[in-house]
């Protein structure tokens, strides 16, 4: 294997995620030469070439002859112009779950933060308490917050935090001290048989733990719970409805849905927690998050600052903005799971109707949680759903969103089929009253919806 110290030049094709885009701001401020391409400009893109990357529109084999080291996104295949060239060349060619484990193996103390939800939110958590704590980490997020100025931050520690995505099995290629299992449900099932095979590779991942190490648990998730009963490290359980180290009581939500609430470590009081974000699964998040600032140490007046300042990453529940007291909100809520949760957590809010627009991501997503779908939008009044996005794959005709309309007026009578956002957003400006909240959800480009809205309603 290749090790950093021997290469001086790295190029990043498909530069412009949000990961592979912090993981070269890490090698520009640790003085390597970067380039990269993409298929489109970006704000990342533009903010990696203000620090000093060489970024190219689109894809070009020209661009890889300089590298000594040539990483790609997993959305790249194998046939692109520049991996051809690479290997041509003999320039080592490695994907972004390997490279990040090249990184995170030079750190003491990797904390690593996965599940199939609510990894964003946690890591953004523990990144913001161990950086109030003065402890100086470098930061891997697969969002933006306001704490870090962006999706990345560099120290100069021996922390590094970063969340670990289980599709495709990417996360055994990471260097964990602690690790954090958030929960595991059926997901990426274009990739994995079924749910035996997830929790496989989750218990496979729990094992990368050093026995020095701790792995922090959900028990409220009965498949998370199960995967740690095979490690060889310290185990640390939360929940809130059933029995865990870190558990809570009197939880209370003010006239925003932010929950304050009191925690419990083995019997101990802790204090009392307040969030700024809405919703009781952020509540399991903040738990996950405050169960590893204690194990390392940190000062509880500190977790709980911490958590109170934390207003929450771009695209979860994400409050655009506020046109004829119709309140806009962006949610990167794709999975069934994803969407009850930030559904009720909008009951929380103060509100008339909610409208939840809803774009699927995947066919393969769509088809094979297709019940779960239909029963995931009980809470919103009103819900349109549009065509799906397909991401990395081709339509093949076994599921459409006219089905996903059917199935889910089944259950709740409420969903209507739009294929174009234009006809989505006249539809909102004419039909929304004050007092409704909006939200556009999904893992694709439904974002761009919002704004469309708010100039409509502007109008």
Not at 36 to 63: E, F, M, R, Y
Not at 321 to 339: F, L, Q, S
Request: hydrophobic content about 40%.
């Amino acid at each position: 294997m290749i090790s950093l110290n021997d290469v001086k030049n790295v190029h990043f094709v498909g530069i412009g995620g949000i990961s592979m885009s912090g993981l070269a701001q890490i090698l520009l401020e640790s003085g390597y030469n970067v380039t990269g391409s993409d298929i489109n400009d970006s704000n990342l893109i533009n903010k990696l070439q203000k620090n000093g990357a060489v970024v190219t529109i689109p894809h070009n084999p020209k661009n890889v002859e300089a590298a000594e080291l040539v990483v790609y996104t997993a959305a790249v295949k194998q046939d692109n112009c520049e991996i051809i060239r690479a290997k041509e060349l003999g320039i080592p060619v490695i994907d972004r779950a390997t490279f990040l484990g090249m990184i995170m193996k030079n750190y003491k103390y990797g904390i690593a933060i996965a599940g199939c939800h609510g990894k964003t939110t946690t890591t953004s958590m523990v990144s913001i308490i161990i950086k109030n704590a003065g402890l100086d980490p470098t930061v891997l997020i697969g969002g933006e917050i306001e704490a870090i100025d962006g999706n990345v931050r560099v120290g100069k520690s021996d922390y590094f935090i970063t969340e670990a995505c289980e599709y495709c099995e990417s996360f055994l290629k990471f260097y964990p001290f602690v690790a954090a299992v958030l929960n595991i449900e059926r997901d990426h099932l274009d990739y994995y048989k079924d749910l035996d095979h997830i929790i496989s590779a989750f218990k496979k991942f729990a094992k990368l733990v050093p026995a020095n190490g701790a792995i922090v648990v959900c028990s409220d998730n009965e498949n998370a719970l199960d995967v740690s009963k095979e490690v060889d490290c310290k185990v640390l359980t939360y929940g809130i409805k059933n029995k865990a180290d870190f558990s809570v009581k009197n939880i209370k939500y003010d006239n925003f849905g932010h929950p304050t609430f009191q925690v419990i470590h083995n019997h101990k009081r802790l204090g009392t927690f307040s969030l700024m974000i809405p919703g009781e699964h952020n509540i399991l998040n903040a738990l996950a998050a405050i169960a590893i600032a204690y194990n390392a140490g940190i000062q509880t007046d500190i977790i709980k600052k911490s958590l109170k300042e934390f207003k929450g990453t771009y695209r979860r529940f994400d409050i655009k903005g506020v046109r004829n007291n119709i309140t806009i909100v962006d949610d990167y809520a794709h999975h069934p799971t994803e969407i009850k949760a930030t559904l009720q957590a909008a009951k929380q809010f103060p509100h008339q109707k909610i409208w939840c627009v809803f774009q699927p991501h995947t066919y393969t997503r769509t088809r094979t949680l297709f019940n779960e779908f239909s029963e995931a939008f009980y809470d919103a009044d009103n819900v349109i759903i549009t065509d799906i996005y397909a991401a990395r794959e081709k339509d093949t005709g076994l599921v459409n969103p006219s089905e996903l309309v059917d199935s889910i007026n089944k259950y709740s009578a409420n969903a209507v089929y739009r294929n174009d956002f234009r006809s989505i957003a006249d539809l909102i400006v004419h039909e929304a009253k004050p007092g409704d909240m909006v939200f556009t959800m999904g893992a694709g480009d439904v974002f761009k919806l919002g704004p469309m809205i708010l100039d409509g309603i502007g109008v």
